[in-house]
């Protein structure tokens, strides 16, 4: 039988970075916290932490094991808080991207806000980069997030992966004018350097029209046929239409959304919210583009 308590430390140790973080959030002593991963390497037989220079990083196991331990850990939550008839209650700090604000939030809040009336949920809506870094200094709980590893980044739990498209105006051919024109997010976005990096090795001239972080911003130049941008699939508005291969462009790599908890917040309001989020996102259903 797998350690629950360990398996409780492993996921804090991935979310926080590391032993020492860590200890403070299962209230263990940092030695404590090293025996308890070195009886779980045991138990797993593999290593799950690798060294980085100074620091520990997980192993491709202990990838492996984070996705199979924060669901043994959240199970055994869930059944703990099923027979618990107390109200959750309290205030709770959720992140998000406009875009994602936009198609998610109004199920995520209703269900929520029905589930937990005493509950209260304050918003933030900031690009994906700003949010890691809102919640690695604790001035958000929870955050869902795009994910793009990097290094040295915390790892968020993957609940929904859809394909990244190329949109243009169903009602314009703006795909086929010279140079390209794109709509696209800011230099740091990671949808915007996956469409230029596969426009450059097709070398088609393009000229970024239009930069922006507000999704609204981008699908207007879109929808108004001023230029072609990127979106993932559940994003999709009437009016849009699909560029595929036929059309000459490039497949794109699908788009990862994650929940990205604060290391430091286990509080019982934090996981219903995260809960809510993981079951919106699951029953999502996609809009269909123009043929």
Known sequence: MLDLDQLRTFVAIAESGSFTKAAEVVHKTQ??????MRRLEERIGRQIFVRDGRVSRLSEHGEKLLHYARRLVQLNDETLA???ETEVSGFVRLGTPDDYADRFLPEILARFSRSNPKAEVSVVCAPTPNLFELVKQDELDVAIVTHVWKKGRQLP??????????????????????????????????WRKAAMQALSSMERETRLLYSSWNSTAVAAAVL??????????????????VLCESDGFPKLPDCEIGVLRSW??????????????????DNLSVPQAAE
Request: aromatic fraction near 2%; glycine fraction near 4%.
């Open 264 to 281: 430091r917040q286990n509080a019982r309001v934090t996981e219903a919210l995260v809960e809510h989020i993981v079951s919106s996102l």
């Open 157 to 190: 739990e993957i609940i929904r992966r859809e394909p990244l498209l190329w949109v243009a105006s169903a009602r314009h051919a703006t795909e086929n004018d010279t140079p390209l024109p794109l709509a696209l997010g800011r230099a740091t976005c990671d």
């Open 224 to 241: 108004s046929g001023l230029a072609v941008s990127v979106l993932p699939e559940s994003a999709l508005r009437p009016g849009m239409r």
């Open 31 to 36: 030695s404590a916290v090293s025996m308890q």
């Open 82 to 84: 099923a027979f618990d």
